[in-house]
C-alpha cells in the first residue's frame, strides 16, 4: 500500500481524537516529556505546515513550532489539510527533500518520517485525553518497520533529542507496544 495512503489514515484516527478537545484539555500533560496538550498540538501544527513546505519546495525556513489561536482544533485540521494537499503531489516520490535538522532524504522516507510521528502523536493525544486508541494496523505496521531501522544506540538517540532509550516489552507485546517502545514511549504510560 501507499504509504501516503497509511499516513492519511493515521491522521483520521489522530483527527477523531482532536475533533473534541476543549481549552480546558490543553494543559492535560501528555507522555511526551515536559509537554502538555497544547504543546504537542503546536508542534503537530508547526511539523505539518513544515513538511508541507518542503514537499513543495524540498525544504522549510522553519521547523518551529506552530502556533494555536482560540480553536485548536480548527489550527491543527488547517495544518492537516496543508500538509495532505502537499502529499498529493505525484512527483514528491522523486525528489530529496530536506527535512528540519534531520537531514536531507528522498520524499518516501519524508513520508515515513511524519507516519511515524503521526502515529505517536495519535497514541500521545489519546493517552493524555484517557481516550482509547485504535490506529489503522496497517499504518502501525509500516511505522513500526520504520521505527526498527531507528539506531537504538543512546548517543545517537540523545543527539537527535526526537526519541529516548529503547523501552523494553514482553513477547507478548502488541506491534503498536513494539513500536512505542522503540520510540522510547512506555506502553503503560498513564
Keep these: 500500500m501507499d504509504i501516503r495512503e497509511l499516513d492519511r489514515r493515521a491522521l483520521a484516527t489522530i483527527d477523531g ?8 484539555d490543553l494543559t492535560v500533560r501528555t507522555p511526551c516529556e515536559g509537554w502538555n496538550l497544547g504543546d504537542l498540538l503546536r ?3 508547526g511539523e505539518n505546515h513544515s513538511f508541507a513546505v518542503a514537499f513543495r519546495r524540498g525544504s522549510a525556513p522553519n521547523w ?4 494555536l489561536g482560540e480553536n485548536a482544533y480548527a489550527d491543527y485540521a ?3 489539510r496543508d500538509y ?3 502529499l498529493e503531489d505525484d512527483g514528491l516520490f522523486g525528489r530529496q527533500v530536506t527535512v528540519g535538522p534531520a537531514g536531507t532524504f528522498p520524499g518516501k522516507v519524508a513520508v515515513a518520517m511524519h507516519l511515524v510521528d503521526s502515529v505517536a502523536y495519535g497514541w500521545d493525544i489519546a493517552k493524555a485525553l484517557g481516550l482509547s486508541y485504535d490506529p489503522d494496523p496497517e499504518a502501525v505496521a509500516e511505522a ?4 526498527e531501522r531507528i539506531p537504538a544506540d543512546p548517543a545517537a538517540r540523545s543527539a537527535g533529542g526526537a526519541f529516548g532509550p529503547v523501552v ?6 502488541t506491534p503498536l507496544d513494539r513500536f512505542l517502545a522503540l520510540l522510547g514511549r512506555s506502553p503503560d504510560w498513564s
Design 17 to 24: 481524537l482532536v475533533a473534541g478537545i476543549r481549552a480546558e
Design 43 to 45: 508542534h503537530q501544527v
Design 64 to 67: 518551529g513550532d506552530g502556533s
Design 78 to 80: 488547517e495544518s492537516v
Design 84 to 86: 495532505l494537499t502537499a
Design 144 to 147: 513500526l518497520r520504520v521505527a
Design 168 to 173: 523494553e516489552t514482553g513477547a507478548t507485546a
